[in-house]
Each structure stands twice: as structure tokens, then as C-alpha cells.
């Protein structure tokens, strides 16, 4: 069945649908864009929703277009669905947009003005988004708004997809006249929701603590789940979805709501004075202000939305699905990841040729697939305080060049990686200076260092140019297979000297799309090489990076007990195939604990895998049991990678983690089970599967114990033999019988 959108002439009624969801708006008389309903399928809609009017106090009326008349007093805006709405035209919630005109005033008011209808989804311009592969995969509304004093149009696009509970929104902003205005702010997305009990989902964190699960009841006020750092953030996720108090993994309505941006975003949430909802999600207002002058356009990012009825499971496997389906690109985005090995946890920046010798030695030995060369390599680099932005090699490090080493690498049979972080320069670097001024700041004041850093200003071209020019001198001359790109600070003093002081609020979306630039041509000239995004570990991991690089580093933290939470909860929005996970040495770094290598295996092998330790240090028992892992990964890696991933038990929740790796054609099952803390009398948790064959029987070959699919789902497994350990962690493989 295909994506439907349909315009029911007289009513004014707006519906798309596909097999999974109905979403409706009407053009009320007059001339707001109101919505009905998102949720669950309906084949036709008849009045239902019509928005039953009252007068109520301290909300104004909609003046009557008849002078002199008196305006309909039941009709506020303050209280109508709407979606997409203005500013101080008697609507007191948030705005979805406020326009600053030349004379000071920030009126907007959006009437109707007309809709089209296009096969398939046409693409953003200089922004990452979802995209088709055939027009028949999804259908898209443009629908017209315009403020006629202001003479500008605002173009709300929806897609919806055929095959996938999912609608895209943006919105396009186009100035029809010749005056000069300001978007002080302008959503991407807006959603009313009638009353009902909503819950929000968010997910909070910090560097080394990313992607926390939070749940919390909506109250009256106003919620603000954003980022002011200049970047998507460690520290809140752009995502959010609102369930009902009885939504749970597996049962009752979630409506998942992701931007696909990796700048400053806010997602707001309000309740108003009767208990409706409103979202607003966009880039975020906090220091923005866009120059949209005569006849000029402004593109909003793209949010995607999911529904389900089935849980956050659900919820989350159609993200999976559409993100590494329709949002990753390239030739990596279906591959088999390499296993990598990374040297960072290794050495840090103190290696010399000798020590990167060995360790690639030691990965061939065992099995490892890449060998990527972390921080250090450039310029003068022994520590933090200096050389990013000096993109050339660090020749008293390498005995015969960093050629030498990726030349060693592959001789050993093992890729070559390399890390970059393009977006920074250091005080101490020859960039610096050569160009002082590259560095956002502000005239007469200090730059605020932090981790020894400067940000390069990306919203000026020539120096994304600059950078273009320096990395790809390297990425020419050495054979590259992988490329680690980091961003190890957010933004201070963001001013650039290359605008107007009355543009300076776009500096930080035009850093972002320098961003964009600067990947987008470097993707698109290497397409052989597999980039993986990073910040500071997982300080940038969003959809916007996704669309130019297919996996980013988790976290910083790889301690096998906080990765549970971390992997757990980044796996709310994003697909397993974007996330790296390694094991590293114990004591861990960040943490401090000590967890046996199997724990952090099994932890580190439930995303795309690898090793960030030094593989000499381990007595012979380990390194044999890092053959093992290896060997188990390569076998399970597609159904690991591709396959279903399955929450069965939150570590947020429990003393004990449970999850799932299911094939699409429900054949295959890998079961991870994880115990967090000894208890003297340990509970024993059952984990029920989900989404089997239950009419199937499957086999677990290692015990050659057979068990029915829905044996399996309702009756369920204990956990362990019941071990009087820390940090125990099992893994069970089962298959269809034939
Ligand atoms: C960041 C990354 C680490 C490592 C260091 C190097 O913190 O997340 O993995 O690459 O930078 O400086």
C-alpha cells in the first residue's frame, strides 16, 4: 500500500496515511492550518475533531474580516490545535516563529494559501535529511502558509513514507517582498497535542556518561530539552519521544521525534491552561537570529517523526530501520564493519614506530581487521596544547613516514585508519599563527580555551577550504582506509569577522553548515573510505552526522558496566551499525573497575566492535580468549550489525541488562544477558523473548537443547547459572529448526 495524501476540497481536510498512521489537518474559516490527529491509521475522517469553540477569558479573538463586526468569541488561537504557528496574534504558548521586521515588531500571523503534491521526497539543500530511492517509497505535502503584511511564505513540507510509520516535517521560509527581516526563531516542526496524560522520554548525559534514559510526567509549564554548545551534544540527545504512563517497551503508543542537526537544537514542551501539549522542535532560538533578506529563503533541519502502538521497541526499530536504511549513505552504510584496533587507550600520543609496530603485529596475530592511528600523528603533537589544524605528519614519529606505517598496516593484511579533528586549531600551531583571526572569537576580549583548544570558524568557506585543502594532501598521498573525525570542545566568543554585526546570530548555523560543506566534499571524493564521527566520544551523535558518516564512537567511557546504560539508551534512536564499542583494559580508565574480559566482550561485541588496549600487555589465557571473540564476532557480525536489536531489560531499571539481536527473517537469535551487582540473595530474572516464531521450534547449538519460539516469548530463560560475581555477563545463540 502506498503513502496516501488526500485533500478533501470541501471540508479543507488534509490526510496522510500509510498502513501504520493517519495524520490530519484542516484549514479552519479562517485560514489557520489546524491539527487534527497524529496516531494510528484511519481510513477516512468525518468531523470528529472539530474543535469545539468557548469564550473564555484572557484569550483574544480573531478579528472579524468584516469591520465592525464582532469577532467570533468561541475562536482563539490561543487554544486551537495548530501547526505551525506565529507570534502575539493572541496565541500565548510558545512560537513556532517570530519574525523580526525593520520597524522592531515581531507579529507573525500565518493564514493558508495553498498546497501541492509530489510523488517520492525531494531533498534538503546543504543539509543532511532522509531521503527515497524511488519515488513510489514515499509521498510529500508542501502546504503554504503566508503572513501577508509581511509578504512572507512559510512552506511546511510533510512526507510520508509508504512502508515505515514515519513522517518527515521541514519548513521553508521565503521572503516575498524586498524588505529585510530577522527568523529570531523558526521551528522545523510543531505538534499540538489535544489533552491526554503524556510522559516525555529524553535522553540527558555528559561526556563519558551519555544518552541516560529519563522519563518524566508533563506538567504545566514549559520544558526545554536543548543544546546551547554549538553542538548536538553529550549532554542532551536531539530526541525525545512522548509515550503514555502505560507505554513500555512492548505495548501502547510512542510518538518518536528526532532532528536530523547537529548544532544547537531545542526541543520545547509546554502544557497550556487546558492540558494540550505543545512541541515545538527546530534549531534552537538561544542566540539565533537569521538575515533574510528581499526575495531570499531560509531551510529549516528536517525532524523525523515516528508513531507506534507497540511500544518503544517498535518506536525505535523503525528509526533503526529508516536511519541506516535511508539517512546513512555510501557504500558502508549495508557493509560489515571492520574489527578495529585503536592505539589511543595504548599509548595516547606517546608512540613512536616501534610501539605502533607491534601493535599492529599483535592485531594481525589475532585476528583484528584495522589498524587506527588515534591522536598524535600531526604536526608537533605530544600532548593537547598543540598542531590541530597543522595537517601534515609528524615526521620525527615515524621511521619511514606515516605512509610507512599505513604501508606496514596493509602489508600485514589490516586496514589503515587515521584520526582528524578538522574543526579546531590549536594556540600553538603554525595555522594559529599564520591566521590568528581564524579562530571564532570576539574583538577585545579573550578566547576561552578549552581542552588547550581554539574552534576554527567553519562559517566562513575559506577556512573550511583551508582545512579541505590539508587533509586531502594527506588523504591523496597515503592509502586510507578509515578516518576517525573528532570535535573535542563546544563553541565560545562565536562571532565571526566575515559578517555584519546584524548577522551574528547566524554564526552558529552557519558553523554547522560549514560542517556539512567540509564533510559532504570529502565523502563524496574518498567514497572508499569508512569516516566514523566522534566528539569527545559521543558528544555528537545524531542523524545529521549520520548522513555522512555511518557509525561514531559511542562514548568515551568504555567501561563494560556504564556502556550497558549508555548502549542501551543510544539504542532508543539510533541503529546498532552507527555504534563503535571497544574493550579496553581493566582497571578501566574512566571508572576505575575492574570487569573480566568476557563482560566487556560481550558488552564491547553488541555494536560494531574493536579493541582500544595494547594486546602485548595480556598474558597468553587473554589473548586466547580475544581469538575467540574475534572468531564469534566475524560469525555473528551481520545478524549483530543488521539485524533486530531487542530490549528485554533495562539496565536503568534493574540490577541486571537483557538484549536481543534478532535476524529479519526471525531465523537467528543471539541472546545477551548481563548481571550487574553480586547480591547474597540474587534474585534470578526471567528474560522473555520477543518477536520469534512462535509456531517455530529453535535450537541453541551449544547445548543442542531445542525450545519452541513460543516457549521461548512466554515462558522465557533464566538468566545464569546464578554466579556469586560482579559483572557477569552470558550469551546464547539459537536458530530455526528446519
Ligand atoms: C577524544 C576521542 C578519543 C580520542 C581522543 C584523542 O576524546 O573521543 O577517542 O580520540 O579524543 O585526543
Known sequence: MAAEITYDKQKQVFHLSNPFLSYLMQVDEHGLLQHLYFGKRIRNYHDGRSYPGRDRGFSGNVPSANLGEQPDRTYSKDLILQEYSGNQTGDYREAGSIIRSDNGSVTVDWRYKGYEIIEGKPSLTKLPHSYVESNDEATTLNITLEDTVLKVEAVLTYTIYADRSVITRSVKMINKSSATYYLEKIASTQIDFPKQDLEVISLPGAHVRERQIERQKIKHGTYRF??????????????????????????????????VYSGNHLFSLSKDYIDQT?????????????????????????????????????????????L???????????????????????????FDTKKLKSIIDKAAEVGVEMFVLDDGWFGHRDDDTSSLGDWYEYKSKFENGLGG?????????????????????????????????????????????????????????????????????????????????????????????????????????????????????????YPNILWEGCSGGGGRFDAGILYYFPQTWTSDNTDAVARLKIQYGTSLAYPISNMTSHISESPNQQTGRNTSLAIRGDVAMSGVFGYELNLDELPETEIEQVKQQIKFYKKHRKLIQYGNFVRLDSPFEHNSASWAFISED????????????????????????????????????????????????????????VQQRDFVSSVRYFEELQ
Open 666 to 721: 526471525q531465523k537467528h537469535v543471539l541472546l545477551f544477558n548481563f548481571n550487574i551487582l553480586s547480591e547474597a540473595q540474587p534474585e534470578i530474572p526471567i528474560t522473555k523473548l520477543k518477536g520469534l516464531k512462535p509456531d517455530k521450534d529453535y535450537i541453541e547449538p551449544a547445548t543442542s537443547k531445542v525450545y519452541g519460539g513460543d516457549e521461548l516469548m512466554n515462558v522465557g530463560l533464566y538468566h545464569f547459572p
Open 324 to 350: 541506516r536504511e535511508r539517512v546513512a549513505r555510501g557504500k558502508h552504510k549495508f557493509a560489515e564493519r571492520p574489527i578495529v584496533i585503536n592505539n589511543w587507550e595504548a599509548t595516547f600520543m606517546d
Open 226 to 259: 536543548e543544546s546551547r554548545r554549538g553542538t548536538s551534544s553529550h549532554h542532551m540527545n536531539p530526541f525525545i519521544a512522548l509515550v503514555h504512563p502505560d507505554t513500555t517497551e512492548h505495548q501502547g503508543e510512542a510518538f518518536g521525534v528526532q532532528l
Open 405 to 525: 606505517i599505513a604501508d606496514y598496516t596493509h602489508e600485514k593484511g589490516l586496514k589503515f585508519g587515521l584520526w582528524f579533528e578538522p574543526e579546531m586549531i590549536s594556540r600553538d600551531s603554525d595555522l594559529f599563527r599564520q591566521h590568528p583571526d581564524f579562530a571564532l572569537q570576539v574583538p577585545n576580549r579573550e578566547l576561552t580555551l578549552s581542552r588547550s583548544q581554539y574552534v576554527l570558524d567553519f562559517s566562513r568557506p575559506e577556512i573550511v577550504d583551508t582545512i579541505y585543502q590539508q587533509m586531502i594532501k594527506i588523504l591523496d598521498r597515503i592509502p586510507i582506509d578509515y578516518i576517525k573525525w573528532d570535535m573535542n570542545r563546544h563553541l565560545t566568543e562565536v562571532w565571526s569577522n566575515a559578517y555584519s554585526p546584524a548577522q551574528q546570530g547566524e554564526i552558529y548555523h552557519r558553523y554547522v553548515l560549514g560542517l556539512y560543506e567540509l564533510m559532504g566534499r570529502l565523502v563524496e571524493r
Open 278 to 322: 505543545r512541541l515545538i522542535v527546530g534549531i534552537n532560538d538561544y542566540n539565533f537570529s537569521w538575515q533574510l533578506k528581499g526575495n531570499a529563503e531560509f531551510q529549516t533541519p528536517e525532524v523525523i517523526m515516528v508513531y507506534t502502538d507497540n511500544g518503544l521497541n517498535d518506536m525505535s526499530h523503525t528509526f533503526h530501520h529508516l
